[in-house]
């Protein structure tokens, strides 16, 4: 018996190791599959949290306006030309060159060379600020948003440049040199002097040489007038500052993201836009009373 006994606990011993090896492998393989199982519920939880991030509600487009969906060349040209400032500025200068008492044709004539003149500033101005325009999709921009092509801004620039010129000496070649100095002066200004504190000087000189333009103005390329009152190229300089001002206004949060430091912006930041542009609205309003009456008082010219 003690012999077979002696035989039997091999046998035994590994009989119990196979089902202890059994039961190790059954319980990797159940750890397995929980382990298995808790990365699949992980990636699907995972998939899940992606699935409600993308089926958040997106920041609506902006919607565009009409003339933004435009691509007639005429209405490109002319929202490029900043349309709005150039007639009334033509209206404007029209307006006074009649009630100086100017002959209806040569207060045509005015009004259409201001007209051609501003246009030239606008088509200019949206070309060198077409990459900016673009980075911040400033509406209202075709040369901006690509609807119209920088070259054929420039062409429209030459071709409205060679009929500017014939137009300007046409109430006299003082008057007509001077209008085309103020013209020029406004481009440079588009180019330099902008980002900074004097970027308010380039406007006060442009207008400042409008009274001139008007007072040594006759007609044909001989008259000669007679310069300006002080008070009134004074007045036009200021009147200037007041256009500058109420201008940037609209652009001051994307000057502001370009790092600009002129003083539109200096104050904006402190008084706000909406008080920055009822100021300058304000005393726009008021250097025009003044020019009124001390056009009134003392005439245009000396």
């Given amino acids: 018996m003690g012999e077979q006994s002696d035989e039997q606990v091999p046998g035994d011993l590994v009989d119990a190791d196979i089902d202890e090896l059994e039961d190790d492998i059954d319980d990797d393989l159940t750890d397995d599959v929980t382990d298995i199982d808790d990365l699949d519920e992980a990636d699907e939880d995972e998939e899940a949290d992606e699935a409600d ?108 440049g060679l009929i500017l010129v014939p137009l300007s000496i046409t109430t006299g070649i003082t008057a007509g040199g001077i209008y085309l100095v103020s013209v020029c002066v406004g481009m440079l200004g588009n180019v330099v002097l902008r980002t900074g504190l004097f970027s308010w000087v380039t406007w006060a000189i442009s207008f400042a040489m409008l009274p001139a333009y008007l007072s040594y103005g006759g007609w044909g390329g001989q008259a000669v007038g007679d310069p300006p009152q002080t008070s009134m190229t004074v007045l036009a300089a200021l009147l200037g500052i007041g256009v500058h001002f ?57």
């Fill in 53 to 160: 991030e993308d089926e958040e509600p997106a920041a609506a487009p902006v919607r565009p306006r009409l003339l933004d969906r435009v691509r007639w060349t005429p209405v490109l040209f002319l929202q490029a030309a900043h349309a709005k400032q150039a007639i009334v500025t033509a209206l404007a200068m029209g307006g006074v060159a009649a009630v100086a008492g100017r002959p209806a044709r040569e207060a045509g004539v005015v009004l259409l060379t201001v007209l051609v003149g501003q246009a030239i500033l606008g088509w200019h101005n949206d070309i060198v600020d077409r990459e900016r325009d673009a980075a911040h999709h400033t509406r209202g921009k075709p040369i901006g948003d690509g609807r119209l092509d920088p070259g054929s801004a420039w062409y429209a620039i030459v071709v409205a």
């Fill in 246 to 302: 109420m201008r940037a206004v609209w652009g001051l949060v994307a000057d502001h993201e370009d790092g600009w430091t002129y003083l539109p912006l200096k104050l904006g930041l402190k008084l706000g836009a909406t008080r920055l542009l009822a100021l300058a609205t304000l005393y726009t309003i008021v250097i025009a009373v003044l020019l009124a009456v001390f056009g009134a008082r003392d005439g245009l010219s000396q």
